[in-house]
């Protein structure tokens, strides 16, 4: 039982479009990529307040909407993927 706690949530669109670690056309789509912007848990759930006073922490990534959007990587050549995600988090914060 938390006592006085409350209970903290939210969302969040980002960016989560990745780029090949060699951007050449077409040689891309058989090469690493990369993240353009790096997703955090600890960067959303300090929305709710020090991460000493919350328990019961979640951050889920929904990345189904990168599936469609894979159509800007066969249009890069393989160069660059656009993945508009949506990250959500709760947590439950101690009094």
């Known amino acids: 039982m938390l006592g006085r706690g409350a209970h ?3 969302s969040e669109g980002v960016d989560n479009s990745s780029l090949a670690v060699l951007p050449i ?4 789509f058989f090469v690493p990529h990369w993240n353009l912007h790096d997703i955090k ?3 959303y759930l300090k ?5 000493t006073k919350l328990i ?3 951050v889920e990534i929904n990345r189904n909407w990168c599936i469609p959007a894979g159509l800007t990587r066969i ?3 393989g160069v660059w993927q656009w993945c ?6 709760d947590a439950d914060v101690k009094a």
């Open 8 to 10: 903290c949530s939210g």
């Open 47 to 51: 929305h709710c307040g020090e991460s």
């Open 25 to 28: 056309p077409v040689v891309a």
């Open 41 to 43: 848990a600890d960067d």
């Open 84 to 89: 508009p995600a949506s990250v959500s988090w």
């Open 56 to 58: 019961n922490r979640n």
């Open 75 to 77: 249009i890069s050549l």
